[in-house]
């Protein structure tokens, strides 16, 4: 009986130890970030750990162009102009050596239009170093405000400094290897309450199923993320386009209104950026696998690759937009030709398949590429009279040329103004294309060979496309080290021969020192990327030395500055380009009222 006795109390202590030391271990445990966010929080950014994120930033591909000696080389008398001891460097230097981790913003209340934000990071040096640092930035920015009131508040033995700025606060506080900040002092004693895991465990952002089921769709390990719930914009959003005197479609604002989260995460992979989306929405539409008819048409000049399934909008062509708001001019003309033929938004998705697939050629030989965009025709006959309702826009004043060949119908546009471009459209009982280049497009449409496929058949595309996942509503691939040695071939010659007419162009930067193409394009390969539906939203992976959405918004804005320069350049005088001096429509009788439908 006294063993018995010994072996019960023998038990009791050592789960009473092990007890003792699990809640010590949950104690010092440290708490995710959601985890301190409250569950009706709108928006986060989190970066997990800066010093990590840096050193593979130091490693990426991008970053190899940036310390290329001839890169360096020929920005050296720009570098030079710059600050040679840059504060916001030394002050970023400084931050990274307090060791932070777990760093994040947050949104978490938007109501009466006050935004409630929270911030804070978690850091391996001593409090009193990190004190330091706060406060020389304090004593930066305090001065430039004016007059600012400091108190503090004592909360739970935790002493918050508030700063308070005409109606701004700006509320801090030290907890155990955290530094928060807050423009609010109860959403501050909130977190507090939550880090030190006090009173009651209310529902944190950790505990939101919209929030857990986009996160899961991520990968573990990533360089920053971020997390939006949209409904509270788009609710606001709507009375402001309504304001402007703009309408959305009832299916697009439907579509809008349906968007419940989106997360998003960047990271590096083996010097590559990766970056994958989640957007949580019911699906679109019944998807299939992308079949991909026109890839074995790319070929080893192939610099750009695209399949993506369309949505045909329900009123695509319902209520023109007012004049001079809106659509773009063009965009305008086209519709108001396919309203004057009685094309209706029916008759086009009768027309057309749903997989959109697009093509970018450069061959060495030719000054700019060439670009088709490729659908599939289900009814040839209404696909046939839409493209003569395009083509009765016409290019510069001059009518486009039809032709018939090898059973297919084609327009022609002549080359127009300063532009190297020939466009063309095609139509057969399978397939309508629509590109730059006529001939390359008359080819295609009526070529009996069949493809080569050489682009689907190489190790580099083959080995690109591995990356992701098959895409299921979309699929692009760029490749990156080609259209730059494409881009050098074409554009070194111009920024020379403008640099001996005009010398200011070569002030700055001068173009007889660009870097030799190979010291880059070697650190060049193909941006990929796809799209899926998985649960209930749609995921996006995207890697290349850039990701696609930044390769996307770079060429946008090098779109929009070229845009400028042109207009500034050509356009005597000011104002803005006005409707298309390109697209003309050519005068249609209006249809009768007994005219049938297409």
């Known amino acids: 009986m006294k063993k018995l006795l010994a072996v019960i109390v023998l038990a009791l202590v050592v789960a009473t130890a092990v007890w003792i030391f699990l809640r010590v271990q949950l104690a010092n445990r440290l708490a995710a970030v959601p985890e301190l966010l409250p569950a009706t929080t709108l928006l986060v950014v989190q970066v997990p750990d800066f010093k990590r994120t840096r050193e593979q930033w130091h490693r990426s591909d991008l970053y190899q162009i940036w310390r290329e000696p001839a890169v360096q080389g020929w920005l050296r008398d720009s570098l030079a102009r710059l600050p040679k001891h840059s504060g916001g460097r030394q002050t970023l230097g400084d931050f990274l050596q307090l060791g932070p981790t777990h760093?994040?913003?947050?949104?978490?209340?938007?109501?009466?239009n006050e935004p409630k934000m929270i911030g804070g990071f978690h850091f391996d040096?001593?409090?009193?170093?990190?004190?330091?640092?706060?406060?020389?930035?304090?004593?930066?920015?305090?001065?430039?405000?004016?007059?600012?009131?400091?108190?503090?508040?004592?909360?739970?033995?935790?002493?918050?400094?508030?700063?308070?700025?005409?109606?701004?606060?700006?509320?801090?506080?030290?907890?155990?290897?955290?530094?928060?900040?807050a423009n609010d002092l109860a959403a501050l004693k909130a977190l507090l309450d939550r880090v030190d895991r006090r009173g009651e465990k209310a529902a944190s952002l950790q505990t939101n199923a919209a929030f857990t089921d986009a996160i899961r769709h991520l990968p573990n390990a990533y360089a920053g993320m971020l997390y939006l719930d949209p409904r509270p914009f788009v609710e606001k959003l709507l009375p402001l386009v309504a304001m402007t005197g703009q309408a959305l479609p009832m299916d697009q604002l439907q579509r809008l209104k349906q968007v419940q989260a989106v997360a998003s995460a960047f990271g590096f992979d083996q010097g590559e950026m990766r970056e994958t989306d989640f957007v949580t929405m019911p699906r679109l539409s019944e998807e299939e696998k992308l079949e991909r008819r026109s890839l074995a048409a790319a070929g080893a000049n192939t610099i750009f690759y695209s399949a993506a399934r369309?949505?045909?909008?329900?009123?695509?062509?319902?209520?023109?937009?007012?004049?001079?708001?809106?659509?773009p001019a063009v965009l305008q003309q086209l519709t108001a030709a396919l309203k004057t033929r009685g094309i209706a938004g029916n008759d086009v998705r009768a027309a057309f398949g749903e997989e959109l697939e697009m093509i970018g050629d450069w061959p060495a030989d030719a000054r700019w590429p060439v670009l088709q965009a490729k659908l599939p025709v289900k009814d040839a006959d209404r696909a046939r009279k839409i493209a003569d309702a395009l083509t009765s826009v016409e290019i510069s004043g001059t009518p486009w040329i039809r032709t018939e060949k090898g059973g297919a119908t084609i327009y022609r546009a002549q080359p127009f103004g300063f532009v190297p471009l020939s466009p063309g459209i095609a139509v057969s009982d399978q397939m309508m294309i629509v590109g730059t280049d006529a001939a390359a497009i008359e080819t295609a449409i009526t070529s009996a060979a069949p493809p080569a496929g050489e682009l689907e058949k190489s190790a580099i595309f083959q080995s690109a496309a591995k990356q992701v996942p098959a895409g299921q509503s979309a699929f692009n691939y760029v490749d990156t080290r080609l259209l730059f040695e494409r881009l050098d071939a074409s554009l070194r010659p111009l920024l020379l021969m403008g640099a001996a007419l005009s010398p200011k162009l070569g002030k700055?930067?001068?173009?007889?020192?660009?870097?030799?193409?190979?010291?880059?394009?070697?650190?060049?390969?193909?941006?990929?990327?796809?799209?899926?539906?998985?649960?209930?939203?749609?995921?996006?992976?995207?890697?290349?030395?850039?990701?696609?959405?930044?390769?996307?918004?770079?060429?946008?804005?090098?779109?929009?500055g070229l845009f400028i320069y042109l207009q500034e350049a050509i356009r005597p005088g000011r104002g803005t380009l006005g409707p298309s001096p390109l697209f003309q429509p050519t005068p249609q009788p209006s249809p009768t009222p007994t005219a049938s439908p297409i």
Do not use: C
Request: aromatic share 10%.
């Open 310 to 327: 369309l949505h045909w909008p329900e009123n695509m062509l319902a209520g023109p937009a007012p004049a001079g708001a809106g659509l």
């Open 508 to 560: 700055n930067v001068d173009p007889a020192k660009l870097p030799p193409p190979e010291a880059i394009a070697k650190h060049l390969s193909p941006i990929v990327m796809s799209q899926r539906y998985e649960g209930n939203g749609y995921v996006t992976e995207s890697i290349g030395p850039v990701t696609f959405r930044e390769a996307t918004l770079g060429l946008a804005g090098a779109i929009g």
């Open 103 to 112: 760093s994040f913003v947050a949104l978490t209340s938007l109501e009466n």
């Open 125 to 181: 040096r001593s409090p009193e170093e990190v004190r330091t640092f706060v406060d020389q930035r304090k004593a930066e920015w305090l001065p430039k405000f004016g007059a600012a009131k400091r108190e503090t508040t004592v909360y739970e033995q935790h002493s918050i400094e508030t700063i308070s700025v005409s109606h701004f606060i700006f509320a801090s506080v030290y907890d155990n290897h955290w530094f928060f900040v």
